[in-house]
Structures are given as structure tokens and as C-alpha cells.
């Protein structure tokens, strides 16, 4: 099969601008290849947030990321309606571009080129090749995240994750995935949390927006005992599925297909949502009914510039904020029903 590769060329600010372009027209699948992801995990503070990368993968991308701009790929069926569609996308980033010209977005603003490539490829060409750059990876203290096709020994005390993404969202290595999985494994050994009052593989999560169950599984490695994931894509409800079998945890997972937390009446010690801030203010009252007291709502994919935003509407809803931890441009919030 044939497809139509299409690569916007912007600064960071520029491809977060240009995104919604994509969504418009239905294109909610793409990846962003950005040489500051790169570059913040040679930055890390900790050791441990970076010595897993592959010293090739290092030597090939030192020399050949430095100053250029971020790139936004997506892919969509070589048919004659979507090519009628990207010419409609160049369309679109063109306006957005003289938009930002204009300063419409504020004198600061800066999108970069916002240059749109596009190619047609056949799909061996490059469904894989995001696979190059997946290595395994700690995430936390204690888990390493591997891809299924990656070997790794395993050092004591570390909990490894084995995922296979397929199309749904959910490596591990993405900040917002990661500031998720640091909350959970910091709640999750909060013993009081646990519904009989103490023991910790008692806890019962519920993982809002599952994508490739990710962290589903990590809840179970870190000693929850009952999951329940939910999501409303049924191509990623069954990558989910399938990466909870893959790593040993059907009898503690279950994954159904539902919008957020409707039709769900589970109670839970810890729920878990690695969504878009929109999404997290319409989840939030809902959070709050799903939470035995004591219980703990955990929520990223939130861009800095909505923090205040966000943590109004959790603690409208009833919580009490926890903290607000930061990684680059993306925030998450622990809070607590009291």
C-alpha cells in the first residue's frame, strides 16, 4: 500500500500551532521528531533518566540534530480525497503562517518555517522505522520500559516493562507518559492508600485514556492488584489487551472500550489520566465520584500554559492538590479526594 508522507518543518511553538490543522481533517495519528527530546535527556539531573540510551543512536544524532528545526510527520492513504486533503493542510499552515506573521498570536510568537514537505512512500518504507529509535529506557526509579524487539538484562530491583505500541499512544518515554508513571509508583507505595488499610497490592487503579496499556502494566509491577483500563479507540483497546498479556498481568488487567468513565461505576484507590488538558477538566468531577477518600487522582498532558487552568478545575471538582511536577513544556498534577 501506498502513502502520503507528510513532514511540517517548525519550531516546537510552530508544530503545536500546526497540530490541530491535522485534527481538523481527521489526521490524529503522527510523530514529532524533536532534537530538544534529545537533547533534555542528556540533560537529565539523574543518572539513571539516561544512561540506557544507545551510545549509536548518540554518536548518529549528536552530529546531526544540533540547530535544526522540529519535525511533524504524518502518513494518510495514498487516495485521491486525501490528496485533495493535504493540499487543503498546505492550505491551512500557509494562513497559519501569515497569522503569525501578522502577530496574531502576539508579538512573541514564533512558528518557524512552517515549511510542509510531502511525499508518497510505500508503507514498508516506514511503518517501522520509529522502531530504530525506541531503545529500552528507565523511566523511574525502579521501572525500565523495553520495546518487545529490544533484548535487556535486567539489574536488581528493576521492574521491566515489555510494550509493543502498535498505533496507540504509550512508550514510556514521552514526558507525559513518564511524569505519569513517576506519580503512580511514588502513590502506589503509599500504603494508606490501600483499601484494607495497609497492604499495598491491594490497591485498585483505574488507568483513563489506556492507549497501549502501558500504565496498566506499570500499576501491576508496582504491586496494584486490580486495573481497570479504559479506552475509546478499539484499535488501541486491543494493542492495550495485547501488551497486558505480553507481560503476564491478564488476571489482574481488564481493559474495556469507553469514552473516559462512562458506564464505569469501579471504585479506586488511584485513578490515572495521560490525556489532553481538555479532557482532564471534563474527567475531573467525574475522578472524584470514581475515588474511595484518601484516594488519588493523577492527570498529564498538560502544556505548561494551561497548569492554572487545569488545577482550578481539579480543585473545583473537589480535590486538594498534591503537587504539580514539571518536565520541559508538560505538567501533571497528583490530587488527593479528601
Same mark, same amino acid.
Given at each position: 500500500m501506498r502513502y502520503i508522507q507528510i513532514k511540517i518543518h517548525a519550531s516546537r511553538q510552530g508544530i503545536e500551532a500546526a497540530a490541530p490543522i491535522?485534527?481538523?481533517?481527521?489526521?490524529?495519528?503522527?510523530?514529532?521528531?524533536?532534537?530538544?527530546?534529545?537533547?533534555?535527556?542528556?540533560? !537529565? !539531573?539523574?543518572?539513571?533518566?539516561?544512561?540506557?540510551?544507545?551510545?549509536?543512536?548518540?554518536?548518529?544524532?549528536?552530529?546531526?540534530?544540533?540547530?535544526?528545526?522540529?519535525?511533524?510527520?504524518?502518513?494518510?492513504?495514498?487516495?485521491?480525497?486525501?490528496?485533495?486533503?493535504?493540499?487543503?493542510?498546505?492550505?491551512?499552515?500557509?494562513?497559519?503562517?501569515?497569522?503569525?506573521?501578522?502577530?496574531?498570536?502576539?508579538?512573541?510568537?514564533?512558528?518557524?518555517?512552517?515549511?510542509?514537505?510531502?511525499?508518497?512512500?510505500?508503507?514498508?518504507?516506514?511503518?517501522?522505522?520509529?522502531?530504530?529509535?525506541?531503545?529500552?529506557?528507565?523511566?523511574?526509579?525502579?521501572?525500565?520500559?523495553?520495546?518487545?524487539?529490544?533484548?535487556?538484562?535486567?539489574?536488581?530491583?528493576?521492574?521491566?516493562?515489555?510494550?509493543?505500541?502498535?498505533?496507540?499512544?504509550?512508550?514510556?518515554?514521552?514526558?507525559?507518559?513518564s511524569l505519569c508513571m513517576k506519580l503512580l509508583e511514588k502513590y502506589a507505595a503509599d500504603s494508606g492508600l490501600a483499601a484494607d488499610g495497609g497492604d499495598t497490592g491491594a490497591l485498585r487503579v483505574i488507568d483513563v485514556g489506556c492507549g497501549s496499556g502501558i500504565l496498566s502494566v506499570a500499576a501491576v509491577l508496582l504491586g496494584c492488584r486490580y486495573v481497570l483500563g479504559t479506552e475509546i479507540d478499539p484499535e488501541a483497546v486491543e494493542i492495550a489487551r495485547e501488551n497486558v498479556e505480553l507481560n503476564g498481568v491478564s488476571a489482574n488487567v481488564k481493559v474495556l472500550e469507553a469514552n473516559?468513565?462512562?458506564?464505569?461505576?469501579?471504585?479506586?484507590?488511584?485513578?490515572?489520566?495521560?490525556?489532553?488538558?481538555?479532557?482532564?477538566?471534563?474527567?475531573?468531577?467525574?475522578?472524584?465520584?470514581?475515588?474511595?477518600?484518601?484516594?488519588?487522582f493523577i492527570a498529564s498532558g498538560i502544556l505548561l500554559e494551561k497548569r492554572d487552568q487545569v488545577a482550578e478545575a481539579v480543585e473545583a471538582a473537589g480535590f486538594e492538590i498534591l503537587e504539580i511536577p514539571e518536565d520541559g513544556e508538560w505538567c501533571a498534577i497528583a490530587a488527593r479526594k479528601n
Open positions: 491535522l485534527f481538523s481533517y481527521g489526521v490524529t495519528g503522527y510523530s514529532v521528531d524533536d532534537p530538544a527530546d534529545f537533547e533534555g535527556i542528556l540533560d !537529565k !539531573k539523574e543518572e539513571y533518566e539516561w544512561d540506557y540510551v544507545d551510545q549509536e543512536l548518540l554518536d548518529e544524532h549528536m552530529g546531526k540534530l544540533s540547530g535544526r528545526e522540529p519535525i511533524l510527520t504524518a502518513w494518510l492513504e495514498d487516495t485521491e480525497e486525501n490528496r485533495e486533503t493535504v493540499q487543503s493542510i498546505k492550505i491551512d499552515i500557509l494562513k497559519l503562517k501569515a497569522e503569525e506573521q501578522y502577530h496574531t498570536f502576539g508579538e512573541e510568537a514564533d512558528f518557524g518555517r512552517l515549511y510542509v514537505e510531502t511525499e508518497t512512500v510505500d508503507d514498508e518504507a516506514w511503518k517501522d522505522k520509529w522502531k530504530e529509535n525506541f531503545k529500552p529506557t528507565k523511566i523511574t526509579d525502579r521501572i525500565v520500559v523495553k520495546p518487545t524487539w529490544e533484548p535487556y538484562d535486567a539489574k536488581a530491583g528493576e521492574l521491566v516493562l515489555e510494550i509493543d505500541p502498535g498505533t496507540a499512544f504509550g512508550t514510556g518515554t514521552h514526558e507525559t507518559t473516559l468513565l462512562n458506564g464505569v461505576n469501579y471504585k479506586a484507590d488511584i485513578i490515572v489520566a495521560n490525556l489532553m488538558h481538555d479532557l482532564v477538566i471534563r474527567l475531573a468531577p467525574e475522578a472524584i465520584k470514581r475515588l474511595d477518600t484518601g484516594g488519588v
